[in-house]
């Protein structure tokens, strides 16, 4: 599977639309490396 080129701004929309359906946050979070 070939990788997928992402913007940090991307990245950034695709996270808060995750907490935004509902998703816990440490598992968004665990999900995208933050700590």
Same mark, same amino acid.
């Given at each position: &599977?070939?990788?997928? *080129? +992402? +913007?940090? &701004? *991307?990245?950034?929309?695709?996270?808060?639309?995750?907490?935004? @359906?509902?998703?816990? &946050? +440490?598992?968004?979070?665990? @999900?995208?490396?933050? +700590?």
């Amino acid at each position: &599977m070939p990788w997928k *080129e +992402s +913007s940090v &701004m *991307e990245e950034r929309l695709r996270f808060v639309a995750r907490l935004l @359906e509902g998703e816990r &946050m +440490s598992d968004v979070c665990r @999900e995208f490396g933050i +700590s």
